[in-house]
């Protein structure tokens, strides 16, 4: 199994940003995905997720979405602000317990970086 996501960068503050997360080794009907983010001294917590079933559930200016052909999940972000500053990480979990219990995932990406900042 492998999770890795990408696209983070630096934004400006009020911008947008997609992140993608390329998963190979799991079918998306067979786990719930997650999106969760770490700030600096800070717990990792959850932003969006979606359950295998196809429900999702996300934090206000988050949108996860997912492409089954492309074995790719998405994450949309929206009116950034510096607070978003984070690692973002993508994950998947066979438990099927919900998609936002950050400690019941089993597969984790590397993480992507996201800056904001003017």
């Known amino acids: 199994v492998q999770l890795q996501a990408y696209g983070g960068g630096l934004v400006q503050p009020g911008g947008s940003l997609r992140l993608s997360c390329a998963v190979s080794?799991?079918?998306?009907?067979?786990?719930?995905m997650g999106w969760f983010r770490q700030a600096p001294g800070k717990r990792r917590e959850f932003v969006a997720g979606?359950?295998?079933s196809g429900r999702s559930e996300s934090k206000d200016r988050f949108t996860i979405s997912s492409d089954s052909a492309k074995n790719t999940v998405y994450l949309q972000v929206n009116n950034l602000t510096p607070e978003d500053t984070a690692v973002y990480y993508c994950?998947?979990?066979?438990?099927?317990?919900?998609?936002?219990?950050?400690?019941?995932?089993?597969?984790w990406g590397q993480g992507t970086l996201v800056t904001v900042s003017s």
């Open positions: 994950a998947a979990t066979s438990k099927l317990l919900g998609p936002s219990r950050v400690l019941e995932y089993e597969y």
């Open positions: 080794g799991l079918t998306f009907r067979d786990v719930d």
């Open positions: 979606v359950t295998a």
